[in-house]
């Protein structure tokens, strides 16, 4: 393993928290992601369901995990199904978990393989009125290839129909939002890998480097800190292509006096880290890009500090929007008749910041979480605000990672060089160094 294995008194609790959230006589039942094909006989490297992963630590392929609280036999309260080894799959994928190491990692007792599924989950349907299972609820998600979860869904609705069902992801999502501290330290854990690679990245960057060379220093660093990579494609972007979202190309060279923003993120062990700078290619910004910089920042300090317990997402992204208003208007772009033109529905500051100020942050980078929840100690969420001139070839976002606490917003990427002028001496005296 990469990591220390995480202690499984995490996964007993995650499990515990969701048996108590289930009706009486239910049974949950939760598969991993599969190996996705590419084409021919090519396959992308497995990345299992963040589900299992909170629920059980396995990352394994062909994971099933059943709960049945009620079960009348004790053994059939939690149960893994894992993978059965051959001699021909260690000779050619390696090593997998044995029972042992399973309930060791996982803390269930009652370990099966896959094989088994069918006819010990027929005993447990039997016993329960209610089976509850896991179907992507996830609202920025448009699902179009059939996951496992989905192709049980259809078999056992058609093998039991007359059972009640139920869905898991507005369990999940509820429990997921609020994070354990083994899980906020994680994403820390994360947040410190990130940090590293961008200080390397800003004694690397100089005028005619190439996106890709900058996104290649992420990644080695990341890997060399027990990452297993990005936790999402990294975005390097310089000059007008920083207006471009999710430009992920990485395919342009850098140029003198542009800036290039860097939204990149380490994983580790599974959690996400999610950040952003952008910074002069020069080492130095023009007096424009630091008045929309500074701009940019102060909204993002504004919005930090309103992370707070008794706050929520909708209410919060309004007042974040009136602070960028202001700072707009500042920078003469917006003006007092398109204030006045504005809507509810059609901010005037969507022109220049036109996605959202924040997200939930964790297994998944885009982590779970309902957006008309208040937000309680143990959230964890990006803070993210942008200005976009295209017009003026200037893109400019940063971004932390920020924990909700009843102490206050605590900033996971405070010790990451975010002022302009830090950044400045930190890039200016290594390029004069260069000379
Ligand atoms: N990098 C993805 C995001 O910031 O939401
Ligand atoms: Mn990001
Ligand atoms: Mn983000």
């Given amino acids: 393993m990469r990591y220390p294995p995480i202690d499984p008194s995490l996964f007993i609790q995650n499990r515990n928290r969701l048996k108590s959230l289930l009706n009486l006589h239910s049974l949950a039942v939760f598969h991993s992601s599969d190996v996705m ?239 952003t700078r952008t910074v002069p290619v020069n080492g130095r910004f023009s007096p424009r890009q630091k008045a929309v910089y500074n701009a940019v920042l102060r909204v993002l300090k504004a919005a930090s500090a309103m992370l707070t317990p008794g706050n929520a997402l909708t209410e919060y992204q309004k007042a974040v929007g009136q602070v960028m208003e202001k700072e707009l208007v500042d920078l003469g772009l917006l003006s007092l008749a398109d204030i006045q033109n504005q809507s509810e529905a059609a901010p005037a500051y969507r022109k220049y910041f036109m996605h959202g100020i924040s997200h939930h942050l964790g297994l998944n980078t885009h982590d779970y979480g309902n957006r008309y929840r208040i937000f309680e100690p143990g959230m964890v969420l990006t803070v993210e605000p942008g200005i976009y001139i295209a017009d003026e070839g200037i893109g400019i976002r940063i971004e932390n990672d920020i924990v909700i606490t009843t102490d206050g917003p605590d900033d996971l990427m405070k010790d990451i060089p975010i002022e302009a002028d830090h950044i400045e001496t930190l890039m200016y005296s290594k390029q004069r160094n260069d000379i």
Wanted: charged share 25%; with cysteine.
């Fill in 37 to 275: 094909p590419t084409s021919a006989d090519g396959q992308h490297p497995f990345v299992q369901h963040t589900d299992i992963l909170y629920l059980s630590g396995i990352d394994q392929e062909e994971t099933v995990l059943v709960l049945c609280p009620d079960a009348v036999e004790e053994k059939h309260r939690e149960i893994l199904f894992i993978r059965e080894t051959s001699e021909r799959i260690a000779i050619w994928e390696g090593p997998k978990y044995t029972p042992q190491e399973a309930r060791e990692l996982s803390g269930i007792s009652s370990v099966y393989w896959t094989r088994e599924f069918e006819s010990v989950f027929r005993t447990l349907a039997i016993e329960s009125e209610t089976i509850y299972l896991n179907t992507n609820e996830h609202l920025r998600m448009e699902p179009v290839v059939e996951t496992r979860d989905m192709r049980f869904l259809k078999w056992c609705m058609a093998t039991y129909p007359l059972h009640h069902y139920d869905r898991l992801a507005p369990l999940m999502h509820h429990l997921r939002a609020v994070k354990a501290p083994q899980e906020i330290r994680l994403i820390r854990h994360a947040g410190q890998i990130t940090e590293k690679a961008f200080r390397r990245v800003l004694s690397f960057i100089q005028p005619d480097v190439w996106e890709f060379e900058i996104e290649a220093e992420i990644i080695h660093e990341f890997l060399k800190n027990r990452s297993r990579g990005p936790a999402y494609a990294s975005i390097i972007a310089s000059g007008k292509n920083a207006c471009i979202l999710h430009y992920e190309h990485n395919d342009h060279p850098c140029r003198s006096g542009d800036l290039v923003l860097m939204d990149f993120g380490a994983e580790y062990a599974g959690y996400a880290s999610d950040m």
